[in-house]
Nanobody, 115 residues
Framework: QVQLVESGGGLVQAGGFLKLSCAAS????????LGWYRQAPGKEREFVAH?????YIADSVKGRFTISRNNDKNTVYLQMNNLKPEHTDVYYC???????????WGRGPQVTVTS
């Protein structure tokens, strides 16, 4: 059974940083794209970043967020720096065998940035 288990969300003041982690299990993910989406209440899920054959980060967070992975640990990370209140969202980890088409999702940690 595939599981994506996230950690690292929480409450931070504007200008602060958080690092999200997502540990995948249930199969080998070395050939999968791993990454993150974000979603605010009442809004559509929005792409943030993924890493696999290529690395892609959304323009809205480029220069502020960094994505990395450790294939030995089947884990993907999202380093979020200089956070702003508009980055407050639920952040969902995903894994996909095809770029841009997630097959699996995590449950999503809440990230809250206060002003």
């Amino acid at each position: 059974q595939v599981q994506l288990v996230e950690s690292g969300g929480g409450l931070v003041q504007a200008g602060g940083f958080l690092k999200l982690s997502c540990a995948a299990s249930g199969r080998t993910f070395s050939h999968y794209d791993l990454g993150w989406y974000r979603q605010a209440p009442g809004k559509e899920r929005e792409f943030v970043a993924h890493i696999g054959g290529t690395t892609y980060i959304a323009d809205s967070v480029k220069g502020r967020f960094t994505i990395s992975r450790n294939n030995d640990k089947n884990t993907v990370y999202l380093q979020m720096n200089n956070l702003k209140p508009e980055h407050t969202d639920v952040y969902y980890c995903h894994a996909g065998s095809t770029p841009g088409d997630p097959d699996f999702w995590g449950r999503g940690p809440q990230v809250t940035v206060t002003s």
